[in-house]
């Protein structure tokens, strides 16, 4: 809440409502028997008005309850644990309005079923903290579902990347660091430094350091050129965007607050859209759809169109499928796998459209080791060079297929650990239709699962870990038949 007085009013607001409902009593019932209207008595339960001395005592008088009832802060068992909800960080740190949620809607819903909503919420709290998901990766995952919720697409911002490089006409395919530093200098005040981060021990990881007081931005020397570009794009995009919360470091340090992860990937997204222009990537993109045969080059030839990064490439394609080709089922990951680790985690994800797609477990279970983006990276081991390659999985358990096109490299950046980057399409009726290839007979089809725990893949030749999540839902499946089949005899059915 922002302050004491909005804090009283909406407690005032749940009392009120809670004594009305106490005698069954509907807000017209309580405007007929009080002579107020049921607009103003609105206002006051849902905490956007606060009464006056003498209405306060008309409507205590009418409910049969005291004055101190109503103006108390004091909450009864029943409405006590919204206390704790209303002085979270819940309002205070994420803006709910993002997801067409306001402040009112929410505490009426939470004021109508008090006990069920906070112990759903309660829930969640301890989920969290089971799955070891803290206030960070909480605050990502509100991301993504904001990013999914807009298809992770946003005309506005790429309106004003192209606006930007047309206003200083700058030729993306051609854009160098030189050419952004400069303008960063000139137009916006920046002081830009090249660093030896490892002098300072712990920081010989942090690729960027902003000094807003002095607007003084220091990179680190081992950055390569793809690297400082886009951090120089990103720097410009919170300008352009005039973004005033915002990380100073670059990989995250600490996170402060909602905002600065959202402004973060506003400013991102506005450097995708300066180094990889929108009309270009959906004609090339369409190029690439239109071959009948899949073949690797192929996508590498697009990557190299617009980047050395490919990564840069493969999410920029999340943000034109969906608005441009209407492929609105896919999903995007990032997997890193350290060195002399067999170990893969999922880094990075985006799931636009559907439900059943591999998504980051906490349980530290075994990712699919059938995925095209894991056979990347075993191959990568005993070679430097990038590798491409697709395949069409089936997941079996789901019963859905999706062509999963993945780049995998060398980390660039950091102690030789490999990286991996997938996007998955859903293969539908749409989708057969925009992607010529997704066809083609050189595109291996294999069954996959999502993490070994859970498979029912027999006879994998790959797999890390056995099905025991599977057995143990198929054995309470078991148990269910036989408890019908008990039931049935008694009954006599």
């Given amino acids: 809440m922002n302050a004491d007085s909005d804090y009283i009013r909406v407690i005032f607001g749940l009392k009120l409502r809670q004594q009305r409902q106490k005698k069954n009593w509907s807000l017209q019932d309580l405007a007929n028997q009080t002579g107020l209207s049921k607009s103003y008595l609105n206002e006051i339960e849902n905490g ?62 939470i004021s109508e079923a008090p006990k069920k909503v906070t112990a759903f919420i309660t829930t969640l709290i301890e989920i969290s903290q089971n799955y070891n998901l803290g206030k960070e990766r909480f605050f990502f995952a509100v991301l993504r579902s904001f990013q999914e919720l807009y298809n992770n697409h946003f005309p506005e911002i790429e309106e004003k990347a192209e606006a930007f490089y047309q206003q200083y006409n700058l030729n993306p395919r051609e854009l160098k ?49 793809n690297q400082k570009t886009f951090i120089l794009a990103k720097e410009i995009g919170f300008q352009v965007l005039d973004l005033k919360a915002r990380p100073n470091t670059y990989s995250w340090v600490d996170i402060n607050s ?44 697009l990557i190299q169109h617009f980047t050395n990064s490919p990564e840069t490439l493969y999410y920029r394609l999340t943000n034109i499928l969906a608005s441009e080709f209407g492929i609105k089922d896919l999903f995007y990951l990032c997997f890193v796998q350290k060195k002399n680790s067999p170990k893969v985690q999922i880094l990075k994800e985006l799931h636009l459209n559907q439900q059943q797609a ?61 990286r991996s980057y997938c996007l998955g399409i859903l293969l539908n009726t749409n989708s057969l239709k925009k992607i010529n290839f997704a066809k083609s007979a050189n595109l291996q089809t294999v069954e996959v699962g999502v993490t070994c725990e859970h498979c ?25 038949k036989s408890i019908d089949k008990i039931r049935n005899l008694i009954l006599g059915k």
């Fill in 48 to 109: 956007k008005k606060y009464p006056k001395h003498d209405k306060i005592i008309q409507i205590a008088e009418t409910l049969g309850c005291s004055f101190d009832d109503l103006v108390s802060t004091k909450l009864d068992r029943s409405l006590a644990p919204i206390n704790e909800i209303l002085q979270s960080d819940v309002f205070k740190e994420i803006p709910l309005d993002l997801f067409g949620i306001n402040r009112n809607n929410l505490i009426g819903m």
């Fill in 177 to 225: 660091s030189g050419e952004l530093e400069k303008i960063l200098i000139e137009n916006f005040g920046y002081q830009i430094h090249s660093v030896d981060f490892d002098k300072f021990g712990t920081l010989q990881h942090l690729r960027s350091l902003y000094i807003p007081e002095k607007k003084n931005l220091l990179l680190n020397q081992r950055l390569d050129e």
């Fill in 258 to 301: 909602f905002e600065e992860i959202l402004n973060n990937y506003y400013a991102s997204y506005f450097a995708g859209g300066l180094l990889i222009p929108k009309k270009e990537l959906v004609r090339k993109t369409a190029d690439f759809f239109d071959h009948k045969e899949w073949n690797a080059t192929h996508f590498e030839d």
């Fill in 358 to 418: 591999p998504r980051s477990n906490a349980m530290n279970e075994h990712y699919c080791r059938r995925w095209v983006a894991l056979k990347n990276m075993e191959q990568l081991e005993s070679s430097d060079a990038q590798l491409t390659n697709a395949q069409i999985s089936h997941y079996k358990d789901f019963g859905l297929s999706y062509l999963v096109i993945s780049t995998s490299q060398k980390n660039p950046f950091s102690d030789g650990s490999n």
């Fill in 456 to 480: 029912s893949i027999s006879n994998c030749d790959v797999r890390q870990a056995p099905a025991t999540r599977l057995d143990k839902e198929l054995f309470n499946n078991d148990m269910k």
